[in-house]
């Protein structure tokens, strides 16, 4: 079973930053974060085709948010910039075998998660 590690979440204040890592046991095609605030449903933020590097953003982060990966110490980044008090939610890595081209942003289509960390944002 792969195992996915989040970090870096907390406090901030809205226009701040922060940095969140996912620590992966494993080299799946694409990995992506995804973020569910109270009383929503679980969104996708960002993804990352683990080969080649191509990434895809939700229109709400794009210019804000920043996905990167360590290919060779299996971890995934996620830089958040100019927070807003809406990005306030549990932040979650995810990956997949499943999508060999492309970056979905599929819930169902991630196989593995992480018990997220928490990002909160005020104002």
């Known amino acids: 079973q792969v195992q996915l590690v989040e970090s870096g979440g907390g406090l901030v204040q809205a226009g701040g930053s922060l940095r969140l890592s996912c620590a992966a046991s494993g080299r799946p095609f694409t990995m992506g974060w995804f973020r569910q605030a109270p009383g929503k449903e679980r969104e996708f933020v960002a993804g990352?085709?683990?080969?080649?590097?191509?990434?895809a953003y939700a229109d709400s982060v794009k210019g804000r948010f920043t996905i990167s990966r360590d290919y060779a110490k299996n971890t995934l980044y996620l830089q958040l910039k100019s927070l807003k008090p809406e990005d306030t939610a549990v932040y979650y890595c995810?990956?997949?075998?499943?999508?060999?081209?492309?970056?979905?942003?599929?819930?169902?289509?991630?196989?593995?998660w992480g018990q997220g960390t928490q990002v909160t944002v005020s104002s």
């Open positions: 990352v085709k683990w080969i080649g590097g191509n990434t």
């Open positions: 995810a990956s997949t075998n499943r999508i060999r081209t492309g970056i979905t942003s599929r819930s169902d289509d991630y196989e593995y």
